[in-house]
């Protein structure tokens, strides 16, 4: 039950990635799963210390002592495919991540997080027509359909040295599910002697695959005056899987299930923030998946690589502190760029991102508003591209946990 | 405890709605290049689906093979005469017993037998007409088709199409009759045999008229009805030519086969790039009747076949019992079998010639036999193996 209820929460917060080149994946095309903060700095964010940060990046930014925060991102994503003369638009939305820290007293904070990691989902149907003339017809078509992807669930701990330095240590727990159906089928005409008879052929497959793996992830930030320097790596262990698939022929239906070794790779990040003054806050990143570590006996498409992400963005605030501001005047500008490599060779993804913070009057809380405007592309496929055009929505709220204040958090 | 303001209380109550309404849509047309990539065993749009298709020039040998004894058939008609290289005896057989119907007006012992005779009617010839001769026969549990020498002559009948001639029972036949009709405690079993017309006619189910005065002089017509068995033959100084042709006979239960060459199929199921393409998405024959070689005036509308197809020749024992379970399917001049089933099973062995066995088969109003044309399409799709 619990293991059904788990499933099912994952295959919706993961619906609907749509990209084919997920498809040459092992998990599916990797998600960027961050608060609306560092969304719209393009994903920057792990040398900053922010409530707004969540702890996505930096497990050690939820040491925040006395402070309570909450962050939740969804996207609209407009996918464009083009491939020679052709293209497909699709859209979809899903929710992205739910972040909550929480105080501990002299303890530090505690965080629990769930952010969508790989997303799997795709509905694609083709047909082609070979042949189509009075004597004859030959068409192919293919469908498939995919919903799931790497979740993950995280609680953990963090600590902050006054003025000082902040750790952070979380344990992850991964889930991923796949359940796809695929349908390859042929429509065959002709014209025998007058009398004409037709054919239609189909195979299909359908796999459920699923595993969980334990992760850890560790953090730390340091401020170093005007700047900061965080770093944060996760390492996720070896685990099993289960792979059943069912072949069905035009009469006949085969079944399987096998059990299968996985081991999802490690990352790394780098990341640094500077404040020149209450205004600006200015952030980069540096990330890598150590996808050439991904480990499985399920065999891969294609070999992987390892993949960096770099990642830059700025927040502008035109009156920060001021007491009688027009409401503009505290409103957070946000910008960002960034370039990140997709996991197997000759193939990335940049993308450039707007939005703003809007301040709720009278509350700690804020809503983020993002435009990102992105393309992805593989050389492998030259007549191929994907143009992204994703806005986002998150929600954010921060309060002082002791803060004496009449109305309760 | 913790207690959430209405922001928080909000943003959770947002983020559970969206929960449930995350959405995708169809990707169509473009992104073939990049599936097709994936495993091209299965998304190559153009190699996915490999067609083998033979055609007559890919049979080998068309010939047909005889039963391994003179068939039975037992039938509300009879077939009986000489068609070219076939021929036919018909039995009947009479049975009185307490539980044969008894006519309108029944009579007792105590009436007056006139007489009786057997009727012949026939229902359509081969020839304009015939003399059949009537002999005495055993009863059917002990006969042995074509073998009763010891059989005594009643007479003859001409037999016309569509007409009706009787000759008459021995009287000491009539009287057993009689005498079985008018005392339930006796029972009366006799038979004939009836051959010798020199062309092939079917005859409605012979029967028995007696005719009685009653007492007060009127007469009384009874009729007996009879269960009927024919035995079909080919002769035998004719079974090599018959053997050489693909044709197929529902009274003689002759089989056509088809030695299928199949190296284009094998060719196809591997290629240069490594791949194996051995599994059978579909597999069809087409079979089709050469014109002209229906026996139109005794043909028979119900007929079935039958399709059998292995990969090696089997002996008539062996057909038979394959037969005895296989599907059923409508004659017609041209049609399409699936055979999708066995070719997948074959495929999975080594190279060898197809032997497709056909056979006519539950007719339940007469004579059928044709000659096939070699198929002229076996058409093969096959797929890469998973």
């Known amino acids: ?27 599916g095309m990797p998600v960027q799963s961050v608060t609306g903060l560092s969304s719209s700095m393009s994903g920057s964010g792990t040398g900053v210390k922010d409530e707004n940060m969540g702890i996505n990046l930096n497990p050690a930014n939820m040491a925040m002592p006395n402070r309570s925060a909450f962050s939740s991102l969804i996207s609209y994503d407009l996918l464009q495919i083009k491939e020679k003369s052709t293209s497909s638009t699709t859209g979809h939305y899903s929710p992205r991540m739910l972040s909550l820290i929480l105080p501990a007293g002299s303890a530090g904070n505690i965080a629990f997080s769930l952010e969508k990691r790989n997303d799997a989902a795709i509905d694609f149907l083709n047909k082609d027509v070979n042949i189509d003339n009075e004597n004859a017809y030959r068409a192919n078509y293919i469908g498939i359909t995919r919903n799931g992807g790497l979740t993950s669930f995280q609680g953990g701990w963090g600590y902050s040295i006054k003025n000082g330095p902040s750790f952070g240590i979380l344990y992850e727990r991964l889930y991923f599910n796949l359940s796809s159906s695929s349908i390859f089928g042929s429509e065959i005409s002709d014209i025998l002697d007058s009398s004409e008879y037709e054919h239609e052929y189909t195979f299909s497959e359908d796999t459920e695959m699923s595993y969980s793996s334990n992760g850890v992830r560790m953090g730390m930030l340091v401020p170093i005056g005007k700047l900061s320097v965080g770093l944060s790596g996760e390492y996720i262990f070896y685990t099993e899987g289960d792979l059943k698939r069912t072949y069905q022929n035009l009469d006949s239906t085969e079944n399987s299930s096998s059990d299968f070794y996985v081991h999802l790779p490690p990352s790394l990040s780098a990341g640094i923030g500077y404040r020149p003054d209450s205004k600006w806050l200015l952030a980069a990143d540096l990330h890598a998946t150590l996808w050439e570590r991904y480990r499985t006996e399920l065999g891969l498409a294609r070999p992987l690589r390892r993949a960096y992400r770099v990642s830059a963005g700025a927040r502008f605030i035109p009156a920060p502190n001021k007491l009688a501001a027009e409401y503009w005047e505290t409103v957070q500008y946000r910008a960002g760029v960034r370039y990140n490599q997709l996991p197997f060779d000759d193939a990335q993804e940049y993308a450039i991102s707007l939005g703003a913070g809007l301040p709720i009057a009278n509350d700690d809380g804020l809503i983020d508003v993002i435009f990102e405007f992105g393309k992805r592309s593989d050389s492998r496929f030259p007549d191929y591209s994907e143009n992204i055009i994703r806005m986002q929505l998150g929600i954010n709220g921060g309060r002082d946990w002791f803060r004496k204040n009449e109305s309760n958090y | 405890m913790i207690h959430l303001n209405r922001l928080g209380f909000c943003s959770i109550f947002f ?91 029944s009579y007792t012992k105590d009436d007056t037998l006139k007489g009786a005779a057997l009727f012949f009617e026939t229902i359509g010839g081969i020839g304009d ?27 003859s009948v001409k037999l016309a199409d569509n007409s009706t001639d009787s000759i008459s029972l021995p009287e000491d036949l009539q009287k057993q009759i009689f005498e079985a009709r008018t005392d339930s405690s006796r029972e009366l079993t006799f038979s004939f045999s009836i051959s010798d017309t020199p062309e092939l006619m079917k005859v409605k189910n012979p029967y028995i008229i007696v005719d009685v005065k009653d007492k007060k002089g009127k007469t009384v017509r009874d009729s007996i009805g009879s269960t009927t068995h024919f035995t079909f033959y080919e002769k035998d100084e004719a079974l090599d030519s018959l053997s050489a042709i693909p044709l197929a006979s529902y009274p003689s ?16 199921m591997n290629d240069a790039s490594g791949i194996t393409y051995s599994e059978v998405l579909n597999a069809v024959i087409t079979l089709e009747l050469q014109e002209g070689m229906v026996d139109s005036v005794l043909e028979a509308s119900d007929i079935d076949l039958q399709f059998l197809l292995f990969d090696k020749e089997l002996e008539i024992d062996s057909l038979r019992k394959h037969f005895a379970s296989s599907r059923h399917h409508d004659l017609h001049s041209s049609f399409t079998l699936s055979v999708r089933s066995p070719v997948q099973k074959l495929l999975r062995g080594a190279q060898k010639p197809l032997y497709a066995y056909i056979r006519l088969s539950h007719s339940k109003s007469g004579y059928r036999k044709v000659v096939w044309s070699k198929p002229p399409k076996f058409e093969v799709v096959l797929t890469p193996t998973r």
């Open chain 2, 15 to 105: 983020f559970s709605l969206l929960l449930f309404c995350s959405q995708s849509e169809t990707i169509t047309g473009a992104g073939s290049g990049v599936i097709s990539d994936l495993d091209s065993t299965l998304t190559d749009l153009d190699g996915a689906f490999r067609p083998a298709v033979l055609d007559s020039g890919d049979i080998q040998k068309a010939y047909s093979i005889p039963n391994d004894a003179p068939v039975t058939h037992r039938a509300d008609y009879l077939l009986i005469g000489e068609n070219g290289a076939e021929y036919a005896f018909g039995h009947m057989q009479f049975e009185i017993t307490d539980s044969l119907p008894v006519p309108n007006t």
């Open chain 2, 129 to 155: 007409s015939g003399v059949v001769n009537i002999y005495s026969s055993p009863e059917f549990d002990s006969l042995v088709p074509g073998n009763d020498t010891d059989a005594e002559l009643l007479g």
């Open chain 1, 1 to 27: 039950m619990r293991k059904t209820a788990i499933s099912f929460l994952v295959l919706f917060v993961t619906a609907g990635a749509q990209s084919p080149l997920g498809l040459h994946l092992p998990a």
């Open chain 2, 253 to 268: 239960q002759r089989i056509t086969v088809f030695e299928i060459n199949t190296e284009d199929i094998f060719s196809k």
